[in-house]
């Protein structure tokens, strides 16, 4: 899975080919005077290398190409690699920028770009407030009464208008600007007085509904700037019920906003792509198998090749047949003793399928913890422990289920002929695996720790009653 993960996260960012007059920015920072400077640029919040250039014996490096870089926020980065500062690139790409190593950010100066200019006078006023803002955050913490907290939310106030000001004054003199799509991201709808005749879910809706008004999803410029992943990651973690159908909706819908811009749409699709398919919440593979389904099977993911395209799909179809709702696969097996078992004959009001091997280090933890929490209270809830050996010696397996009294109260299998293709079937490609199935052997739950198990088995329980 990791190298499914890696995958997707390197074909977003090769650059196309771009016919056009090129860059040319010229970069000196004081006093270095050798080295490597390196040029990189934000996609989402993550960083990734541009170009590079040496320091001459002038103090200056140029960083130059014959293709046009893409719009975006870049970073001069220093020959150690560990301070930079940042910089806007649009449409012009022919200018200099000089700094120093005291204070990087704060005393870097532009020529011949007017983006820059504007990005610098915003940092410089942020700067300037920072005292004031600074302040407030510590002054939080110290708040004791409640004319205390009216208080301090009333200066609060103020500051924020104050940095939103600054930010309105930009857009509406330099709408084009990179710097003013960004500020247009950065803005949180304002929420009206409640309407006559509303209930009290209005602002929640009303928040929702304009979320992204300022986001324009055609300006692909976003795309290198952390604002947009931040964005969409406030939305999807905040605002988007955590049930799958509820996400597959609002990502069909963030997602037709995309579709005037390759770049945009490629990142957005690719970031909810790798945002589900790695979630550690159970349940969200379903947003993973969805999206392949319904973008990269009919190809809209143009960007892939073949051999791409068909790993990520091969991992979600790999994944369909367990998704949580689902009933689990048939399994005919042999127990120790070479006698026929099924798991659907197994009859039980759950039934928790663990895929042990009893030579992994974790499962020799994990599975008599899985029986301890049996024999205290998964019993009395009507719970039978169904294990699978995935690997290892047939005498190992009857060795570890022996030393660990585990014949009693388990319904012990494996598959001598390997018959079942349980490891397609259960996505199994790492041990202990556990499944929670209900009576109809239908799944509830999947990948849980012991302590995960137990809290959802009383909550389960508890529900019933």
């Known amino acids: 899975m990791r190298k499914l993960l890696m995958l997707l996260t390197a074909v977003l960012f090769l650059r196309p080919a771009l016919q056009a007059q090129g860059y040319h920015i ?9 080295g490597r400077l390196y040029l990189g640029h934000y996609m989402g919040k993550g960083t990734y290398l541009a170009d590079s250039a040496m320091i001459g014996p ?6 130059q190409g014959k293709e046009k870089l893409l ?4 970073l001069v980065v ?9 910089m806007l690139v649009d449409k012009q790409q022919d200018f200099s920028v000089t700094s120093d190593t005291s204070d990087l950010s704060a005393k870097a100066t532009f020529k011949n770009s007017a983006d820059n200019d504007l990005f610098s006078g915003y940092n410089h006023f942020l700067a300037a407030n920072a005292a004031e803002g600074n302040a407030l955050a510590a002054q939080r913490a110290t708040l004791k009464t409640a004319a205390d907290t009216a208080a301090w939310r009333t200066r609060q106030v103020a500051f924020t208008k104050k940095i939103q000001a600054y930010r ?11 710097l003013a799509s960004i500020f247009r991201v950065m803005q949180e709808p ?14 929640y809706r009303y928040y929702r509904a304009h979320f992204f008004d300022g986001t324009d999803f055609s300006d692909g410029r976003l795309v290198r700037t952390p604002v947009l992943e931040a964005k969409l990651q406030q939305y999807f973690q905040t605002l988007v019920p955590g049930y799958p159908d509820s996400i597959n ?39 993973f198998v969805y999206l392949v389904e319904k973008y990269y099977v009919p190809g809209d993911a143009y960007w892939l090749t073949d051999e791409q395209l068909n790993k990520i799909v091969s991992r979600a179809y790999a994944i369909a047949p367990n998704l949580i709702g689902q009933r689990a696969a048939p399994l005919e097996l042999k127990t120790p003793d070479n ?4 798991l659907y004959t197994t009859k039980s009001k759950y039934t928790v399928l663990v895929f042990w091997d009893p030579t992994c280090g974790h499962c020799k933890i994990e599975v008599p913890r899985l029986d301890s929490a049996y024999r205290a209270s998964w019993q009395k809830m009507g719970v039978t422990l169904f294990g699978v050996k995935t690997d290892g010696t047939v005498d190992q397996w009857k060795e570890f289920i022996k030393d660990n009294k585990l014949s009693d109260a388990w319904v012990q299998a494996y598959d001598p002929e390997n018959k079942t293709n349980y490891h397609h079937l259960y996505d199994v490609y790492s041990t202990p695996l556990v499944y929670l199935l209900d009576e109809n052997k239908k799944i509830l739950a999947k990948r849980l720790g012991v302590e995960q198990l137990d809290e959802f088995l009383k909550h389960s329980t508890a529900a019933k009653q």
């Open 78 to 86: 220093m020959p150690d690699k560990r301070g930079y500062f940042e």
């Open 339 to 342: 006698k026929p078992v099924s």
């Open 58 to 63: 002038d103090g200056t490096a140029v960083f």
């Open 26 to 34: 010229t970069v000196q920072v004081k006093p270095l005077k050798q």
């Open 190 to 203: 304002v929420v009206p007085p409640t309407p006559p005749g509303e209930d009290s879910t209005f602002p």
């Open 71 to 74: 719009g975006g926020i870049y």
């Open 168 to 178: 309105d004054d930009v857009v509406a003199k330099h709408p084009q600007t990179l």
């Open 249 to 287: 909706a609002a990502c069909d819908e963030v997602i037709a906003k995309t579709r005037k811009d390759k770049e945009m749409f490629k990142f957005v699709l690719w970031w909810l792509t790798y945002n589900y398919e790695s979630s550690q919440y159970m349940g969200m593979d379903a947003v």
